[in-house]
């Protein structure tokens, strides 16, 4: 689903879909508009045909993931299946406004310095501190 307030497809990984709750799960995700990845350990035959499924309804808004949810050091094969699915698509960048010069970084560092040397004339007696 394209969201046009937000400007990005919505995505919903769901793990076990494949079969049972989580096919259930993932067919009512992409009814509700979401672009499905079907995660499946052992079950690809399922994930596929219910990815086929959803795309024949829908085109490219399906995709069947394979992971062994339980050995950690696998689990950057996963995130690598799914980077392409989890694209952003470029937003055009907000026209930032203009900063006074009067707010730039070297106006505002030397701010307590001008700030100061315009109550010289009151601080006389403080010049001996001032330069120790």
Do not use: C, W
């Amino acid at each position: 689903m394209y969201d046009e307030g937000v400007g990005m497809t919505k995505v919903a990984l769901v793990t076990g879909a494949a079969r049972r709750i989580g096919a259930a799960i993932a067919r009512r995700m992409h009814a509700d508009g979401y672009r499905v990845l079907i995660h499946y350990g052992q079950s690809r035959s399922d994930a596929t045909a219910l990815a086929a499924t959803l795309n024949a309804l829908r085109a490219d808004s399906a995709d069947a993931v394979q992971a062994d949810l339980a050995d950690f050091d696998r689990l950057p094969e996963l995130i690598a299946q799914l980077r392409p699915a989890l694209v952003i698509p470029p937003q055009p960048r907000a026209k930032l406004p203009s900063v006074p010069a009067a707010f730039s970084p070297a106006a505002l560092s030397s701010a307590p310095f001008s700030s100061n040397s315009a109550y010289a004339p009151e601080r006389e007696g403080l010049d001996t501190y001032a330069r120790e």
